[in-house]
């Protein structure tokens, strides 16, 4: 199969590329980011997913796939480039998939969409309402291209869409949102709470986006790992140092005294849990995660050099 990846030089994409090419799969990336020891056999074109260049690609090759994973976080990127990049790419994602005939599209999301707020259910379900515009601004974007995404099921119904809603991702590359959290000595944490975190180990992650291709899922879908840990246990087992700070004064804090430099809006992240069910998911393809809790953090702790 012919598999389009946007987004490819990402950490997480690269596994997904390569396992992909291993599997026999014709595999071609377009990133505005360089690959420089891309594997042989994985074509990597240097383009913005926006641009017309890169409908060009979609023009000439007519992948019958797409993994879209082009998307970025607060933590990567500046707010105008962000919104630009999540909300335009997902939009010529589609639209392209749709105009050159791709039978299959994947959206791989993560599981902030939910949002984390006092009232909210301890386990979120794929029916579960956007939450994170009020409680947290910043991924108002991310919201926006994951509802963009799963209206393609009704726009496009020959495209066979999957919104995957990943939770958070930690591992050997040591990369995404909570890996950049955790790569200081420091960890705040707001006074008086101790949030549940939800995790999934890189290749595991890998596995399951590989596994929603193979399986021509079609919907919605959480994806999950190991039981999730509180914060606090967590950050020690990562080598990190947890510090209680009174809310009142974290915003004030966040990127001085050592602490990861992060939005007002995550404040509401590290008072209350965001879990999600992925029964479904697991249901759907038989997906079971090879890596349990301790050795995700361990792998990722041994990337980190502590």
Known sequence: MKVLIP?????????????????????????????????????VLQLDIRKRAAEEVFR??????????????????RSEDRYRINLFGTRAVFDHCHHYGARQCIFVGRHTYYGAAADSTLYHGEEDPPMAMTTFPELA?????????GSALWRYPALE????????????????????FLQGTRVPMVAGFDPLFQFLHDE???????????????????????????????????????????????????????????????????????VIDDSSFRAATRFAHAHDEDETIGDFRRAMGR
Request: charged residues 15%; aromatic residues 4%; proline residues 9%.
């Open 7 to 43: 987004g490819i030089t990402g950490r997480l994409a690269r596994l997904v590329a390569t396992r992909l090419r291993d599997a026999g799969h014709q595999v071609i990336g377009i990133d505005r980011r360089h690959w420089p020891d891309a594997p042989t056999g994985i074509e």
């Open 60 to 77: 000439q090759h007519h992948p019958e796939a797409v993994i879209h994973m082009a998307t970025v976080t607060h933590l990567t990127q």
């Open 141 to 149: 974007d991310l919201v926006a291209a994951d509802l963009y995404a």
């Open 161 to 180: 869409t999957c919104v995957l809603r990943l939770c958070y991702t930690l591992g050997p590359t040591a990369s995404g949102t909570l890996a950049t």
């Open 204 to 274: 595991d992650a890998a596995t399951a986006i590989c596994l929603a291709l193979e399986k021509k899922l079609r919907g919605v879908y959480n994806v999950a790992g190991p039981q999730p840990l509180p914060l606090s246990h967590l950050a020690r087992q990562a080598g990190c140092t947890p510090v209680p700070v009174p809310e009142l004064l974290m915003r004030m804090l966040f990127g001085r005294f050592g602490l990861p430099r992060l939005p007002p809006g995550a404040v509401a992240h590290l008072k209350y849990p965001v």
